[in-house]
């Protein structure tokens, strides 16, 4: 990670892949809720949460009406 939570080329791939994975798993297509998911998944990556594997666990965990 960059400092002050920016993202490489190669992070925000990752963050783009794992938004538009759970967008479509759980059908979000309304653009503020795909705007919530996307503050979310910015949200953990700030926490330091960047394995795909990991953002997508803690994004089920959370749901997408959930807080953060």
């Known amino acids: 990670m960059l400092p002050y939570g920016v993202a490489d080329s190669a992070e925000l791939e990752t963050l783009a892949r794992v938004f538009n994975d759970y967008c479509a ?8 809720e795909r705007e919530a998911i996307a503050l979310k998944v910015m ?3 700030r ?6 594997d990991q953002l997508s666990a803690e994004l089920e965990k959370i749901g997408w009406t959930g807080q953060l």
């Open 25 to 32: 798993k759980h059908r979000i297509v309304h653009e503020s």
């Open 43 to 45: 949200c953990l990556f």
């Open 47 to 52: 926490r330091g949460v960047s394995e795909p």
